[in-house]
Nanobody
Framework: VQLVESGGGLVQPGGSLRLSCAAS????????MRWYRQPPGLERDFVAS????????NYPDFVKGRFTISRDNAKNTVYLQMNSLKPEDTAVYYC????????WGQGTQVTVSS
């Protein structure tokens, strides 16, 4: 089983990034997918979730309207489009597969700074 995040990096406040998470080794379309983040020195927070077919999404208030989760089951990939980024969005971002089991990726660093 592998979940490999990519797309992180350094971006200025107000900018955008698109994270990708490529999955393999399990039935991707049977799993709900989530993104979490962990800012430096803080606990891990839930960021977004999407249902198996992509018809249902959920976000906490602090990213609602700025972040969009999507998935492509043909490509076994989940995405996180992040717009209007703020310095407080700086964190390591993880994708998570939730189903019969729970699988975590290794994370990708997002730094929002001028």
């Amino acid at each position: 089983v592998q979940l490999v995040e990519s797309g992180g990096g350094l971006v200025q406040p107000g900018g955008s990034l698109r994270l990708s998470c490529a999955a393999s080794g399990f039935p991707f379309s049977d799993y709900g997918m989530r993104w979490y983040r962990q800012p430096p020195g803080l606990e891990r927070d839930f960021v977004a979730s999407i249902s198996t077919a992509g018809g249902s999404t959920n976000y906490p208030d602090f990213v609602k309207g700025r972040f969009t989760i999507s998935r492509d089951n043909a490509k076994n990939t989940v995405y996180l489009q992040m717009n209007s980024l703020k310095p407080e969005d700086t964190a390591v971002y993880y994708c998570v597969a939730v189903g019969r089991y729970r699988y975590w990726g290794q994370g990708t660093q997002v730094t929002v700074s001028s």
